[in-house]
């Protein structure tokens, strides 16, 4: 695992340093895969990644390997913070949210604050393939999933919980545990690049709170010229810097995925009055097959998936600098 996790003094210079010193810190050994390459976060991404990696290697086409992927993660409502299983807000229900990105023209679609549809996942993609718009939120996300045919349940249950909620019946000891995320990156054959990300958020959040998860550049970023990354945990805490636009940013200028990730983790550090302690993770990869991952403050499993096999690997904590 050494490879993962690069050291390069040059990182501490700032964004627009030299183009000819961000092409060395490229030249640092990382992970590369020949061919299709799948990454995610956390080891139920391995689910999601199987799933993509077959589609793939089948011929699929990338955004099906991404849906698929992610709707299986959903379906199992994986870790108790992805789909109508995960945990449920302040008032007592879940609302979801989501987003798909594909490189080549920039498409992307999102979904957020969803109720009581089984895969935000493929609502988000049909936002993108079927509206003039980008994201949609709330009812009218629910109202347009529905007319698309996405999988529901009856939400018949949630009038009375809002009503309490807004007559401030609320529980004094709210659950709130939980702010993982599936957040899936692929690189096709033909080196093109996708992703999604899903979540049903933090639990106990407040009613209609957004985290980064279906907010572009936050949680997610594809630029089919440089690269992809994705993220994971304390949503506030990546949205506010648009991590993940900023990871594709430094890749561009030469910086591999692994350092990217890392760079973008000890800057927030550097800017945010938590310091390190922080609850984010990234994963990233590049045009040319090569990924990696970094976390604030915390050991990070993320899974790989390649035409050679599926496996969770993991990166420690960032060093504090």
């Known amino acids: 695992m050494s490879s993962l996790r690069p050291r390069l003094a040059v990182l501490r210079l700032p964004l627009l340093a030299a183009p000819l010193l961000f092409a060395a810190c490229a030249a640092a050994p990382t992970p590369r895969a020949e061919g299709p390459l799948v990454i995610s976060t956390w080891p139920f991404g391995k689910f999601a990644n199987d799933i993509a990696i077959a589609s793939l290697l089948a011929g699929g086409a990338r955004l099906d390997a ?33 987003c798909i990105m594909d490189g080549p023209g920039h498409r992307a679609g999102s979904v957020a604050g969803l109720e009581g549809i089984v895969f935000p996942i493929t609502a988000a993609r049909a936002v993108m393939e079927h509206t003039k718009h980008v994201m949609l939120v709330g009812e009218g996300a629910r109202w347009f999933a529905l007319e698309q045919g996405v999988e529901s349940i009856d939400v018949a249950d949630l009038e009375a919980k809002k009503k309490a909620w807004v007559a401030r019946d609320r ?151």
Not at 76 to 85: A, E, I, K, N, W
Not at 210 to 215: H, K, L, M, N, Y
Request: hydrophobic share 40%.
């Open 66 to 98: 991404v849906e698929q992927g992610i709707r299986e993660i959903e379906r199992r409502s994986s870790d108790g913070s992805v789909g109508l299983g995960g945990r449920p807000n302040a008032a007592g229900y879940p609302q979801l949210d989501a």
């Open 171 to 321: 529980a004094a000891e709210v659950d709130r545990a939980g702010h993982d995320t599936i957040a899936l990156l692929v690189l096709d054959a033909d080196g093109h690049i996708a992703g999604g990300c899903s979540t049903s958020g933090a639990g106990g959040k407040l009613p209609g709170r957004v985290g980064d998860s279906p907010i572009l550049g936050a949680a997610l970023y594809v630029d089919d010229e440089v690269g992809a990354a994705g993220a994971t945990g304390v949503g506030e805490n990546v949205m506010r810097y648009c991590a993940t636009f900023w990871i594709v940013e430094l890749m561009r200028q030469g910086l591999t995925p692994q350092a990217a990730c890392e760079e973008v983790v000890h800057r927030i550090a550097r800017l945010d009055p938590r310091g390190y302690k922080l609850d984010i993770c990234f994963v990233a990869l590049d045009k040319q097959g090569r990924y990696g991952a970094a976390a604030s403050n915390q050991r990070f499993p993320f899974a790989v998936a390649t035409k050679d096999g599926s496996q969770v690997l993991h990166v420690e904590q960032v060093t504090p600098r």
